[in-house]
Structure formats: structure tokens, C-alpha cells
């Protein structure tokens, strides 16, 4: 069954924010969502980070990676890739 909610997050340099971010959202009392995870191509290890706290968590998840097209395209693509019947967009 598809998750009620899907948690679009991009990632471009944030290696100083992304665990907080993403501790933050998995974190939630409420479980029925899923996180698309949006690696824009950054060069720090901010999409290491995030695939580590992902893969230890019980969330589905998924990452998608391409080269850098900025904020707008990131969301849009992570949009495109999501199952959720709501979508919420969180930066990183």
C-alpha cells in the first residue's frame, strides 16, 4: 500500500544539516510516509550521511542522484518519483 504522505527532501552541500534533518522527520510519532531523498549532485558528503541514517531506519526511502539542476528541479523530480498521496517538501 502506498504511504499516505511522501517527505521530499533535496540535497545540495549540507553536509552540516542533513542528520539533523533527516533525524528530525524520522523522528515523527506518525509512521505512514515515505522519504525521496533528492542528491543534486553534491560534492560533501551530505548524500553519504543521509543514505547511512536512511539504510539504518525503517522507513521506506528512496535516493535519487543527478547532476546539479538546482532547488526547483530537485523538488520536481522528487515529486515525480513519489508514492504518497500528499506531498511535503522539507529542506535540508
Known amino acids: 500500500m502506498a504511504p499516505l504522505i511522501s517527505v521530499i527532501i533535496p540535497v545540495y552541500q549540507v553536509e552540516h544539516y542533513i542528520a539533523n534533518c533527516l533525524k ?42 543527478q547532476d546539479n539542476r538546482g532547488l526547483s528541479a530537485a523538488r520536481n523530480i522528487g515529486i515525480k518519483n513519489s508514492n504518497g498521496r500528499w506531498i511535503v517538501c522539507v529542506d535540508s
Do not use: M, P, W, Y
Open 24 to 65: 528530525s522527520v524520522l523522528n515523527q510519532t506518525f509512521r505512514d510516509f515515505e522519504v525521496v531523498l533528492v542528491d543534486d549532485g553534491t560534492r560533501d558528503g551530505s548524500a553519504k550521511i543521509a543514505q547511512a541514517i536512511l539504510t539504518d531506519s525503517d522507513i521506506e526511502h528512496r535516493i535519487i542522484t
